[in-house]
């Protein structure tokens, strides 16, 4: 696969006869458990389809050619949408990144750097002047951590300890836009 091709790569709005290949793309990345995958990613999903969350909820997709279809095929997605701070109000100027994977087959190849890209782009068009990302402390999410860093993402240092589980802690990175 040529991620430089430009015809291979593109982004679009998600749509929901993505949505199968969404949740396998986000189930071989290890990270959740069915029910998780389902009530996290699934019904956040649904609700972009249906409308019933707010129109800055925004879920994307970038394609790639099947190498034996030729068909242009999901090779990865974000979701993202305005942060609620510690009060739960919503920060219109601050937009976290709730989600990004590409498909194992296709990661390494440039897929994640033109998702996080066109992410950037939405956001700061939306009047969002910073990004945040959450992420875990464990090695399943050690190349998430090396990606973000290589985005220019600061890690901060406000690190909480435990909060996915005992031993993995949640590790926040930040940057301005
Ligand atoms: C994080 C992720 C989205 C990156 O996507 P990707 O398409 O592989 O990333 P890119 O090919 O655009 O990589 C850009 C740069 O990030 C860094 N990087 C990406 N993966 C890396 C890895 N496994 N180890 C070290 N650095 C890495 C490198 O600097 C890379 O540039 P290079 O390939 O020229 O060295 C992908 O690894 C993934 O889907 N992981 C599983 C899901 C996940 O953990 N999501 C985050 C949950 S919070």
Redesign the pocket.
């Known amino acids: 696969m040529d ?1 430089s091709d430009a015809s291979t790569r593109s982004c679009r709005d998600v749509q929901e006869s993505d949505l199968s290949a969404l949740l396998n ?2 189930h071989d ?1 290890g ?1 959740f458990t069915p029910d998780e995958l389902d009530e996290l990613l699934g019904d956040t999903l649904r609700g972009i389809f249906r409308g019933t969350l707010s129109k800055e909820h925004r879920a994307r997709v970038v394609l790639q050619e099947s190498s034996i279809s030729g068909i242009l095929e999901p ?2 997605w974000t979701y993202f949408a305005p942060s609620d701070d510690d009060n739960d109000d919503l920060r219109m100027d601050v937009y976290e ?1 709730y ?6 087959k ?11 890209n066109d992410c950037e782009t939405l956001v700061r068009e939306a009047g969002g002047l910073k990004l945040v ?4 402390s464990t090695p ?5 951590r ?6 220019g993402y600061e890690q901060s240092n406000t690190i909480v300890s435990d909060y996915y589980g005992p031993g993995d802690d949640q590790v926040t990175f930040i940057k301005s836009l």
Do not use: E, P
């Not at 989600?99 to 194992?104: L, N």
């Not at 399943?140 to 998430?144: L, R």
């Not at 090396?146 to 985005?151: C, V």
């Open positions: 991620a793309i986000a990345t990270l090779a990865g990144l989600w990004i994977g590409v498909s194992h296709a990661q390494r190849s440039g897929f994640g750097s033109i998702l996080l990302i959450r992420t875990s399943a999410t050690s190349a998430a090396a990606f973000y860093a290589d985005k």
